[in-house]
């Protein structure tokens, strides 16, 4: 099943492609929307395909069984390449957890490079421990701070996916 935000920008796409080939004009520049989305969709991809090849080289190099489950945040550094920074959710042994992972991906070399591997914690989907409770509530805070972290990263995509619909929107009369 695709993710939510994947299957909208695939109809985004498709609305726009359809818009074109029938003449429709939305006032100003429909390639900009079209390159927009094709761009958050390899970015997206990208960030994927370096979240698996993280949980593979970790599975290789400690002899562990991690099945990849998702990515939960995601941001890119331009450097030599690209330094994918990720928060993704992987199961072992069906227990989710939350690792941050450092890709390094020079494409026109074929170089991929796991800079660093980490857990995190337990995934969001496991019974909230209560904080008066909890005697490592130094985890529960953690956990709701990478909560927080992934809620703002969402809202900002958000953010800047309506600005970036929303200029291309405006009338050029």
Same mark, same amino acid.
């Not at 900009?32 to 090849?53: I, K, M, N, Q, S």
């Not at 949980?55 to 400690?62: D, I, L, R």
């Not at 990720?86 to 072992?92: P, R, S, T, V, Y």
């Not at 069906?94 to 941050?100: A, F, L, N």
């Given at each position: ?19 074109? +080939?029938s ?6 520049d %429909?390639s900009? =929307? +079209? ?7 390899? %970015? ?10 993280a +949980?593979?080289?970790?599975? $290789?190099? !400690? ?10 945040k995601s $941001?890119? !550094?331009v ?6 920074d990720?928060?993704? %959710?992987?199961?072992?042994a ?7 992972a450092?890709?390094?991906?020079k /494409?026109?070399?074929d170089? $991929?490079?796991v ?5 995190v914690?337990?995934? *969001?989907? %496991? /019974? ?10 130094? !985890?529960?805070?953690? $956990? =709701?701070?990478? *909560?927080?972290d992934?809620? !703002?990263?969402?809202a900002?995509?958000?953010?800047? *996916? ?12």
């Open positions: 099943m695709m993710p939510r935000r994947a299957l909208l920008f695939a109809a985004v796409l498709l609305a726009a492609s359809a818009a074109a +080939v003449g429709f004009h939305l006032g100003g %429909e900009g =929307l +079209v390159r927009g989305v094709l761009a958050a969709l390899r %970015e997206r991809a990208e960030a994927e395909d370096a979240a698996r090849f +949980v593979a080289h970790y599975n $290789k190099n !400690q002899g562990a069984a991690l099945e990849f489950t998702r990515v939960l $941001k890119r !550094q450097v030599t390449g690209t330094l994918h990720l928060i993704l %959710e992987a199961a072992d069906g227990k989710k957890s939350v690792y941050r450092k890709v390094w991906v /494409p026109w070399e170089f $991929k490079s800079v660093e591997f980490r857990l914690g337990d995934s *969001e989907s %496991e /019974p909230e421990p209560s904080v008066a409770s909890d005697v490592s509530s130094g !985890q529960a805070i953690a $956990k =709701l701070s990478l *909560e927080a992934i809620v !703002q990263e969402e900002r995509l958000h953010t800047i *996916e309506n600005d970036g619909l929303s200029g291309d929107f405006t009338s050029s009369s």
